[in-house]
Nanobody
Framework: QVQLVESGGGSVQAGGSLRLSCAAS?????????MAWFRQAPGQQREGVAC???????KYSDSVQGRVTISYDRATNSLYLQMRSLEPEDTAMYYC???????????????????WGQGTQVTVSS
């Protein structure tokens, strides 16, 4: 059974940094897999923030390009999202997502992922 557990969220002031982690159990970091971070603000649709494939090729949304870095560690079966220069607009619940249906490239559509975590809250104050 695959389980994704996010951590690392919290409250920071604008301009601050956070590193989100996603511990994946039951999910093998073999070829081919894709993983992603999504976020959802109150009253908004869930949107893709960053994703990565098994060749470690990342893809970022325009809203976070240049401010975040996605990475994974096969040794610890974990996905990470390093966020810098945070803005109040980054306030949202952040979700980890994973897919093992052998996709070559990652994307930011919800149906591209078959496993989801419960989320970790990020709040950025001005």
């Amino acid at each position: 059974q695959v389980q994704l557990v996010e951590s690392g969220g919290g409250s920071v002031q604008a301009g601050g940094s956070l590193r989100l982690s996603c511990a994946a159990s039951g999910f093998t970091f073999e070829k081919y897999f894709t993983m992603a971070w999504f976020r959802q603000a109150p009253g908004q649709q869930r949107e893709g923030v960053a994703c990565i494939n098994s060749d470690a090729v990342p893809k970022y949304s325009d809203s976070v390009q240049g401010r975040v870095t996605i990475s994974y560690d096969r040794a610890t079966n974990s996905l990470y999202l390093q966020m810098r220069s945070l803005e109040p607009e980054d306030t949202a619940m952040y979700y980890c997502a994973a897919d093992n249906r052998r996709r070559l490239f990652c994307g930011h559509y919800l149906d591209e992922y078959n496993y989801w975590g419960q989320g970790t809250q990020v709040t950025v104050s001005s």
